[in-house]
């Protein structure tokens, strides 16, 4: 069974800093690992999505790493914005296409 | 190209009262998830359908939640009786491909008192 965990629970940044989230997986025979963000009160949003062949994905500031012998994935965000803050979530997948969602990072980047 | 639709938003409903979700996934999108995002947490996968069959229903309360997707269009959820720990958030989403990302609704906010 997939277990997903983040790390930290919560960050708070000033505008301009760089950053990293973590999140870890129990299970390396993952098909995909994909990174979302969740603004309050609304649903989902995709942000990179990694194929368990490749290492890492890149749109624009966002970078994503997938390394599963360890079974960990990082997103950094380069120049952060107060527009960056929101609940970013990390989720392994199957190949029919389950998620299983770590519990999240509450990132605020304040002016 | 219109995104997930789900309805209501918002529902407030006592105990062992029955409660139904609607979800419109995006046109041609094969298919459709149900999950539940209690407050704090990730969303957890209710059931997965591929057109109008099931693919994955392994953490559905088949005692009181049933989903149904009966053209292989919209779904709907069903909890009956509602219990205070079914208050969460449920979210649709669905894809063309399993394989692909997914593209998520609103939501629909449940509080059972």
């Known amino acids: 069974k997939q277990e997903v965990t983040q790390i930290p629970a919560a960050l708070s940044v000033p505008e301009g800093e760089n950053l990293v989230l973590n999140c870890s997986f129990t299970?390396?025979?993952?098909?995909?690992l994909q990174w979302f963000r969740q603004d309050p009160g609304k649903g989902l949003t995709s942000l990179l999505l990694i194929q368990s062949s490749q290492r890492e994905q890149t749109s624009g500031r966002l970078n994503a790493s997938l390394d599963k012998s360890s079974g960990r994935s990082t997103l950094y965000i380069a120049a952060s914005q107060p527009g960056d803050s929101a609940t970013y979530l990390c989720a392994g997948g199957t190949s029919y296409g389950k998620l299983t969602f770590g519990q999240g990072t509450i990132l605020t980047v304040h002016p | 190209e219109a995104g997930v639709a789900q309805s209501p938003r918002y529902k407030i409903i006592e105990k062992r009262q029955s409660v139904a979700f609607w979800c419109n996934p995006i046109?041609?999108?094969?298919?459709l998830y149900w999950y539940q995002q209690i407050l704090g947490q990730g969303p957890k996968l209710l059931i997965q359908?591929?057109?109008?069959?099931?693919?994955?229903d392994s953490q559905l309360p088949k005692d009181r939640f049933s989903a149904e997707r009966l053209k292989g269009v919209d779904s709907t959820l069903k909890i009956q009786p509602a219990k205070l720990e079914d208050s969460a958030v449920y979210l649709c989403a669905s894809n063309r491909d399993s394989q692909e990302t997914q593209y998520f609704g609103p939501g629909t906010r449940l509080l059972v008192l």
């Open positions: 359908f591929q057109n109008n069959g099931v693919v994955d």
């Open positions: 046109s041609g999108h094969a298919t």
């Open positions: 299970d390396s025979a993952i098909y995909n």
